[in-house]
């Protein structure tokens, strides 16, 4: 009996330490990718993305066709990204920031760094 209850008890403790464990997984795989773009037909996606100051964004070309990641005000500007090629820039300062695709200028997005 008593050893039932023990090892009942004990399964409990364990059941709750994995659900923690498993949520703390969720939070630092979160954290660990704070924005990601994907380019595909002509089109950025998300075309708005929030993240925290110091984040870096992760944009990649799932297009055939060749796309640039520019930003307006000249901040970062990429080489022409091939099928699969991705680009990264790290925002370090808040505020809000327009991109658009150099090659075909009606792609846009809008980052917004908090
Ligand atoms: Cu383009």
């Not at 498993?22 to 075309?47: D, Q, R």
């Not at 000249?74 to 680009?87: K, M, P, T, V």
Request: proline share 4%.
């Amino acid at each position: 009996m008593q050893t039932n209850r023990m090892s009942r008890a004990l399964r409990v403790l364990l059941g709750g330490a994995a659900l923690i464990a498993a949520s703390a997984g969720l939070y630092a795989a979160h954290a660990e990718t704070p924005g990601a773009v994907v380019i595909k037909n002509f089109m950025f996606s998300p075309m708005a993305l929030t993240v925290k100051a110091g984040s870096t964004v992760t944009w990649k070309n799932l297009d055939g066709e060749p796309h640039t990641v520019v930003n307006d005000a000249g901040l970062f500007r990429s080489a022409a990204l091939d099928q699969n090629d991705s680009y990264q820039f790290k925002f370090d300062k808040p505020g809000v920031y327009n991109v658009f695709c150099g090659i075909h200028p009606n792609m846009k997005e809008t980052i917004t760094v908090q």
